[in-house]
Structure formats: C-alpha cells, structure tokens
Nanobody, 115 residues
Framework: VQLVESGGGLVQPGGSLRLSCAAS????????MNWYRQAPGKGREWVEG????????SDLESVKVRYTASRDTAKNTLYLQINNLKPEDTATYYC?????????WGQGTQVTVSS
C-alpha cells in the first residue's frame, strides 16, 4: 500500500495550490479519503475528506470555503485545492485512506505560505 502526496511548496499569501495523493495497493474506490494537516508545533488536524461514494466532508469552518477535496477514481488519486492561501495554512499535509478495517497514511507534503 502506498499513498504519495505531492504538490506542496512555497507560495505567497493569496496564491493557490493543488495537492495530490496518489494511491496504490488497495481498492481506492472502497476507501474514504481524507486530508489532514499538521502545523509546526501543533497536532495533526483533519481538514477535509471524501467518502467512498464521493461525498465531501469538511470540519474546519474557517477553511471550508477555501479548501476543496476531490477524487479521481480512474487515476486512484485524491486532490486538495487550496485557494487564497494564508500564512496560517503553513503545515505538512497528509492524506489518509480509511477502510472498514484498516487505514493508511501518506508521508506528507509541505506547504509554506510566506511572502
């Protein structure tokens, strides 16, 4: 099983990024897929997710309007579009696959928002 995040980097405030999470080794369409982030010195927090049947779920009110998760089952890939990036979005972003009996984490991709 592999989850490989990509798309992070250094971006100026107000910019946009699209993160990707490429999945392999399991039946992608049967798993809920989630994005988490972990800012320096803080715990990991759930940001947004996609259910196995492509329902979208969000937790943080402050990011709902700027974060959009999506999934492409044909490519076994989860995405996270982040618009109007703010310095407080600086964090390592992780994807997590959740099945009925198991779950998997990716290694993370760093997003740094700074001028």
């Amino acid at each position: 099983v592999q989850l490989v995040e990509s798309g992070g980097g250094l971006v100026q405030p107000g910019g946009s990024l699209r993160l990707s999470c490429a999945a392999s080794g399991f039946t992608f369409s049967s798993y809920a897929m989630n994005w988490y982030r972990q800012a320096p010195g803080k715990g990991r927090e759930w940001v947004e997710g996609m259910t196995a049947d492509n329902g979208r779920t969000s937790d943080l009110e402050s990011v709902k309007v700027r974060y959009t998760a999506s999934r492409d089952t044909a490519k076994n890939t989860l995405y996270l579009q982040i618009n109007n990036l703010k310095p407080e979005d600086t964090a390592t972003y992780y994807c997590k696959a959740v099945g009925r009996r198991d779950y998997y984490w990716g290694q993370g991709t760093q997003v740094t928002v700074s001028s």
